[in-house]
C-alpha cells in the first residue's frame, strides 16, 4: 500500500515526536537513562515486579527507585506497581494486598502488574494457581470497581512449549535457553499454551470492567488475528508490544497485509513498549546502546516502508509505514488511555 511521504514520520523524526516507552525496568538509582530518554523526547512507565526468582531486586528496592524518581524525574518517569505474592501460594497471602496496592497508588503508581509466576510458579495445594482461579476474585473485584489499571503478563510467546529449533525467533531461543524453568517444552506435566490463555480469558469474561493491558501482546504474539479475536471480544483490553516487535516482523515475511492493516484497525488499542531492563550491575554504556538500537531500530520499522532485517528474525521482512495519526496513538496518546493517572504526570497543565 501506497502512502505518501508527508503522511510519514521519517527516521530523522524520532528526536522530534513526543513519545512513551511504555514496558521498561528501570531497576538502578543512577538517572543516566533518565537523561537519555528526557534526550531523546522519550518518557519511560517502568514495571515493578513480584518476581519470587533469583537475580531481580525486591519489589521493596523496585518501589523504592520508583519512588526517588517520580520525585526527581516527574517529567520523563511514571511507574507501576507489583501486586504482592508468595510462593506457596495461600489465602493469607491476599488478606493485606488491596492495602498495598492502595499505599502504592498514594505514592504515585499508574497502575499495578502481576506477573507470569501466575500460572507457572505459584502453587496452592500443590497445584499451579491460575489467573482464573477463585483466590484472586477479591483482589480482580478490587481493581475492577476501584478501575484500577491491571497490566497482566499471563503465559508466554507459543515458542516457549516448542523446541528450540522449532521457535520462530532468535530472541526466544535465547531467552529460553537461559531459563529452561520457564520453556514449558521442558515441563510437559505443567499446562500447556491454551491452558494458560484460557485462564486468562476466564478472569476477563469474570471481570468485564477491569481495565486491562495484557504485556507482550497479551502472549497471543504469534497472531495477529489472535489479538485481534481478543480485543474484539474484550473492549477494556489494550495490549503492549513489550519484547514482541520482532514477532510481528516475523509475520510480516508472509503477511504483511495483514500485519499492517492490524495496526491501522487496533491502532487505539496498542501501546509502544521495549521491554529494556536497567540494573547497576551492567555496563551503562553497553545499556544505553542497546536502548538506542531497540528505539531506534523499532521506530524504523513502524515508520518506513523499506526491506529491514534484524537478528531476532529469519528473512528480510518490510516496514510497515504507518501514518503519522497511528504512530501518534500507538507511541504517545494510548497510553494515557490505558494509564489515566498518567496524565497528571506527562501531559501539561
Not at 507470569?116 to 477463585?134: A, F, S
Not at 493491558?213 to 504469534?222: M, N, R
Not at 510497515?320 to 497511528?326: F, G
Amino acid at each position: 500500500m501506497e502512502v505518501k511521504s508527508s503522511e510519514l514520520y521519517s527516521v530523522q523524526d524520532f528526536d522530534k515526536v513526543p513519545k512513551i516507552d511504555g514496558h521498561v525496568h528501570y531497576y538502578t538509582t543512577d538517572p543516566i537513562f533518565i537523561e537519555y530518554a528526557r534526550q531523546r523526547n522519550m518518557r519511560y512507565i517502568s514495571i515493578n515486579v513480584d518476581f519470587k526468582d533469583a537475580g531481580w531486586p525486591e519489589k521493596e528496592e523496585q518501589l523504592a527507585i520508583s519512588q526517588y524518581f517520580i520525585k526527581e524525574a516527574p517529567d520523563v518517569f511514571a511507574f507501576i506497581g507489583a501486586v504482592p505474592m508468595c510462593d506457596p501460594y495461600s489465602s493469607i497471602c491476599m488478606s493485606g494486598v488491596s492495602a498495598y496496592i492502595q499505599h502504592v497508588l498514594k505514592i504515585g503508581a499508574i497502575g499495578v502488574k502481576i506477573w507470569k509466576n501466575v500460572g507457572m510458579k505459584l502453587r496452592t495445594e500443590n497445584r499451579l494457581l491460575m489467573i482464573d482461579h477463585p483466590e484472586f476474585k477479591g483482589l480482580l473485584d478490587f481493581l475492577e470497581d476501584k478501575k484500577i489499571p491491571l497490566l497482566g503478563h499471563f503465559g508466554e510467546p507459543k515458542n516457549c512449549w516448542l523446541p528450540l529449533e522449532e521457535m520462530t525467533v532468535n530472541s526466544d531461543i535465547k531467552y529460553f535457553t537461559k531459563n529452561p524453568d520457564y520453556h514449558m517444552y521442558l515441563h510437559p506435566e505443567l499446562p500447556g499454551y491454551e491452558a494458560q490463555i484460557e485462564a486468562r480469558d476466564n478472569m476477563l469474561r469474570q471481570h468485564p470492567d477491569l481495565p486491562f493491558v495484557g504485556a507482550h501482546l497479551a502472549s497471543c504474539e504469534w497472531s495477529v488475528d489472535e489479538i485481534a479475536a481478543r480485543l474484539d471480544s474484550y473492549p477494556n483490553m489494550m495490549v503492549d508490544l513489550a519484547e514482541r516487535v520482532c514477532h510481528l516482523q516475523h509475520q510480516c515475511i508472509e503477511n504483511y497485509d495483514k500485519v499492517r492493516q492490524f495496526m491501522i484497525d487496533f491502532q487505539d488499542r496498542l501501546i509502544y513498549a521495549s521491554d529494556i531492563i536497567h540494573f547497576t550491575d551492567e555496563t551503562y554504556g553497553e545499556q544505553i546502546e542497546e536502548v538506542k538500537h531497540r528505539w531506534e531500530s523499532q521506530w524504523h520499522f513502524f515508520t518506513q516502508g523499506d526491506l529491514q532485517t534484524t537478528w531476532q528474525v529469519n528473512g528480510e521482512f518490510r516496514g510497515l509505514a504507518l501514518p503519522k495519526e497511528v504512530i501518534d496513538k500507538i507511541y504517545f496518546h494510548n497510553a494515557f488511555i490505558a494509564y489515566p493517572r498518567l496524565k497528571y504526570q506527562f501531559l501539561p497543565a
